[in-house]
């Protein structure tokens, strides 16, 4: 199994973590760490790759096509929809470009 997961830096409290779960997609955290919930649900040589470098560009992009974009968009999501989804795009980048947000590219095999 591979997948990208988006999460809160480790290490975080206070206003910083809670900014970091405002910015990120809904339920960034886990109660533990991924090799730990993979591990206990019987998978097996985990590889876990910051990919917060290509998360961050990604972000970026979509940011500056949205912007780029606007004219367009904006009809389709309505004003407000559209300026509120303009907003989250800036707090997410700006929690990626600030280190509390991160992506990793999580490889695992079914044990057995």
């Not at 206003?15 to 779960?21: G, H, L, N, Q, V």
Request: glycine share 10%; hydrophobic share 45%.
């Amino acid at each position: 199994m591979v997948f990208h997961v988006i999460a809160v830096a480790e290490g975080l409290t206070g206003a910083d973590r809670s900014r970091a779960i405002e910015a990120g997609p809904p339920v960034p955290t886990a109660e533990a760490d991924y090799s730990t919930l993979l591990s206990a649900a019987g998978f097996d040589r985990i590889r876990i790759r910051d990919d917060t470098a290509s998360y961050r560009k990604t972000a970026g992009a979509w940011l500056r096509e949205w912007e780029q974009n606007a004219d367009d968009l904006e009809p389709l999501f309505g004003s407000q929809g559209f300026w509120d989804a303009h907003a989250r795009r800036l707090e997410a980048v700006d929690a990626i470009e600030g280190g509390l947000l991160e992506r990793y590219l999580i490889a695992s095999r079914a044990g057995g």
